[in-house]
């Protein structure tokens, strides 16, 4: 009945604009989106009725809560819609692009875009190119007492075969698989968690990559250390592994090597969609001082207050990240996650509900706070106009 209710609704709307609809629950009145105006539809007059003024032309997706509130998805995230004034309140900053959403059981559920991935990826041909990679690739180590086996098996056969040695783990593969630093409230939980199962660990401030736990079999330090161990005999160190690692270039790979390592598409980019480029402003019209930080005064080229010092302050007590330094001394690295966004980490809020995404804390890069709040900034037009593809 709902959907023959709404394609009456469609059928009511001239067909040169664009409609976004839904219904609400109870009492069955239709809400609409058309000409950037929201309207509500009386069921016996089919009469629109305007509701407020502001303007609703950046909501891609309308639903209903079962408790008769109204949301919407726009570019700048999960927006509530009050039905009476038609004020909005941004609950959920975010930049995902969606294909849908919809409340069902008190749950929201989306359908997110797939990856823009270049046709390429998804061809025969393409299919090929992995399972050839996959057949013939060649691991490259940093050093030849760092070396990798294709199997669990040839690896501790190789252990074996060394006689006397001393086992150990690194106890952070998981997260430098994430992201080449350990955030220290999670190495810290980590250890805890070791030290209450009755392994020796060491003081949690000694460099994640250099960190090892020594432990007596080979197959709980290959299950502890996810695929990596490192052996020590009287002449050698040696790091054995059965996926890519590389301590030179602080690189962890997947878990297994298969076809699947090689899909481009499956591993597409999370920061650009499969793109390879990135849609963004022009720098000079933002930033005004690269010899100042974010937090100072004259940092930007207008006054904005952004109430980021919180986000800041975490991100670099956990270890990594400091955007209390100027921009002009931060890495390149950490430049494009300045401006970018971090997307490998977030943290909890004191009394916050692991279940409530806006009580995470996040940093979501300049450019999306400059986003977020263009309306507010006098030079509004100027900055919208300079937006521009970067690879």
């Given at each position: 009945m709902k959907n023959?209710?709404?394609l009456f609704i469609c059928l009511l709307i001239p067909i040169n604009t664009w409609a976004i609809l839904d219904i609400q629950p109870n009492s069955n009145v239709p809400f609409v989106i058309s000409d950037d105006n929201l309207y509500s539809i009386d069921n016996q007059t089919e009469d629109l009725a305007q509701i407020g003024t502001d303007s609703f032309n950046d909501i891609k997706y309308l639903s209903f809560h079962s408790d008769g509130s109204l949301w919407g998805w726009s570019d700048k995230g999960l927006i509530k819609i009050d039905v009476q004034t038609g004020k909005r309140e941004l609950i959920l900053p975010a930049t995902i692009p969606l294909a849908g959403m919809a409340w069902k059981n008190d749950k929201l559920y989306n359908n997110r875009k797939t990856p823009n991935c270049n046709d390429f990826y998804l061809d025969n041909k393409h299919f090929a190119i992995e399972k050839d990679f996959a057949n013939n690739y060649k691991m490259i180590t940093d050093n030849s007492e760092h070396k990798y086996f294709t199997t669990k098996e040839e690896l501790f056969n190789f252990v074996r075969s060394l006689g006397k040695s001393e086992i150990s783990f690194n106890p952070f593969v998981t997260e430098l698989f994430k992201y080449k630093i350990v955030p220290n409230s999670i190495k810290k939980?980590?250890?805890?968690?070791?030290?209450?199962?009755?392994?020796?660990?060491?003081?949690?401030e000694l460099d994640e990559w250099k960190h090892r736990v020594i432990i007596g079999e080979i197959e709980k330090a290959y299950n502890f250390g996810n695929g990596w161990i490192t052996v020590t005999t009287q002449n050698h160190k040696y790091e054995l592994f059965t996926r890519l690692v590389s301590i030179q270039n602080k690189i962890i790979g997947t878990p297994k090597i298969n076809e699947h390592t090689f899909n481009l598409y499956l591993n597409s980019c999370v920061y650009c969609d499969g793109t390879g480029v990135k849609q963004v402003y022009d720098k000079n019209l933002i930033i005004k001082n690269e010899n100042q930080s974010i937090l100072d005064k004259d940092f930007l080229q207008f006054s904005l207050k952004l109430q980021l010092k919180n986000v800041i302050t975490k991100f670099a007590k956990e270890g990594l990240?400091?955007?209390?330094?100027?921009?002009?001394?931060?890495?390149?690295?950490?430049k494009n996650i300045f401006l970018f966004g971090f997307r490998e980490y977030k943290f909890l809020k004191p009394k916050g509900k692991v279940t409530t995404l806006s009580d995470y804390i996040q940093w979501q890069g300049l450019y999306f706070y400059i986003y977020q709040?263009?309306?507010?900034?006098?030079?509004?037009?100027?900055?919208?106009?300079?937006?521009?593809?970067q690879i």
């Open positions: 023959l209710i709404k939980a980590k250890l805890t968690h070791l030290k209450k199962l009755g392994l020796k660990v060491k003081n949690s990240f400091d955007f209390t330094k100027p921009f002009n001394q931060l890495s390149e690295k950490e709040n263009l309306e507010k900034i006098d030079m509004e037009m100027k900055i919208r106009d300079s937006k521009h593809s």
